[in-house]
């Protein structure tokens, strides 16, 4: 099968990348920008016409879309820029899907949730409720998706981190090395997300697409890690997993870190059905945080 994955520079298209290796599959990786010892094809997905050739040239059966704007403050001052990337850009690689009989899987976010207090795990179902510009772009690309009619999966997925680029992880592992004190949110709580946890599950919805004669699956999945965390008790764990213990790790409220964005105070994702649709073992949380760690550390 032909694969095109987008944002391949990205977290998430990075560690495609690596998964990609152990599959038999053929693979094309795009993005707007160049990384250095990466095969890049660009492409810009705004432009319909762009994803269209692209799609005739290498006869693609699936697009992976990992390609997003997801600067949650600045979308809120920049919300033309983030619509154009997290909505219109989707359905962009719906229509080309759609127009080829082909699959999308396209990677959203709990950010669709957050306006409503919730305290049991976010189903698949439940109405998206976004309380940022951010949020209610991804919500708009679910839309756009399913108003095409292609074949697809959307898989929401939550706090993600990697080896690659710049995430949570690594920036608590630099500040709790270099800071006396930290305070960090206790208030907010979900469930950190490796990217190549994510990666091996959409390489699970992938072997179930090309192993049906009539593909059944199609549909909105929530992925993360196993478990609940808030970013205090995350950073604890990494500030431990990496040896960094003399800065003093302190619990503070959302209200001491104004922002422009509302984070949503509870965004835990049940996971039951990816699980049992497509035979996924999902690791719990600190168990892949450790992994991550230790290929950063080495």
Known sequence: ?????????GQLGNEMRIVAKEMADSFVFTDVVEAEG???????????????????????????????YTNVDAAETNRDLAEKLNADAPKNLATAMKETG?????????YVFGKEPYNTPCKEDQTGTPTGVYGLTKLHGEQNIIATGCKHAIIRT?????EFGRNFVKTMMNLTATKPMLKVVFDQVGTPTYALDLANAICAVIADYKSADEWA??????????????????????????????CDIQPCHSSEFPSPVVRPSYSVLDKTKIKETFGIKVPYWTKSLKVCINNLTK
């Open 1 to 9: 099968m032909n694969i095109l994955v987008t944002g391949a520079n």
């Open 158 to 162: 939550a706090w993600l981190y990697s």
């Open 217 to 246: 699956h199609g549909g909105i999945y929530h992925f993360s890690n196993e478990g609940v965390c808030s970013w205090y008790d995350f950073t604890k764990m990494i500030a431990e997993y990496v040896g960094n213990t003399t």
């Open 102 to 110: 082909g699959l999308l899987i396209h990677i959203s976010t709990d």
């Open 38 to 68: 990466c095969e890049t094809t660009m492409l810009d997905i705004t432009d319909i016409d762009a994803v269209r050739q692209i799609v005739r040239e290498k006869a693609v059966d699936c697009i992976v879309n990992c390609a997003a």
